[in-house]
């Protein structure tokens, strides 16, 4: 089991930035690759970002390129969320995920944490 608590949510006004962090704690050591999702109201679920563990590759969604940054401290087992130029279609509660090493998709999520970016 990994289990996973995300923090930094909040209220900001458009052009400002939020920063996100997910902690793990559990079996961290077979961790694959850890992610963000969020979902708006009345919207589908949608990939944020993603980094593998081991190698540090990223992913990003399309919609986030170029003002989000995804990174992680593998010595604390956090994975976190840097948004900058935040606008109003960002708003959405924000999950964090974990892909562990045996599975195939994500299998493990956090809370989630709000974030509301007003205009």
């Known amino acids: 089991q990994v289990q996973l608590v995300e923090s930094g949510g909040g209220l900001v006004q458009a052009g400002g930035s939020l920063r996100l962090s997910c902690a793990a704690s559990g079996r961290t050591y077979s961790l694959y690759r850890m992610g963000w999702f969020r979902q708006a109201p009345g919207k589908e679920r949608e990939a944020v970002a993603a980094?593998?563990?081991?190698?540090?590759?990223?992913y990003y969604g399309e919609s986030v390129k170029g003002r989000f940054t995804i990174s992680s401290d593998n010595a604390k087992n956090t994975v976190s969320l840097q948004m900058n130029g935040l606008k109003p279609e960002d708003t959405a509660v924000y999950y964090c995920?974990?892909?562990?090493?045996?599975?195939?998709?994500?299998?493990?999520w956090g809370q989630g944490t709000q974030v509301t970016v007003s205009s």
């Open positions: 995920a974990a892909q562990i090493m045996s599975s195939s998709d994500y299998a493990y």
């Open positions: 980094i593998t563990w081991s190698g540090g590759n990223m």
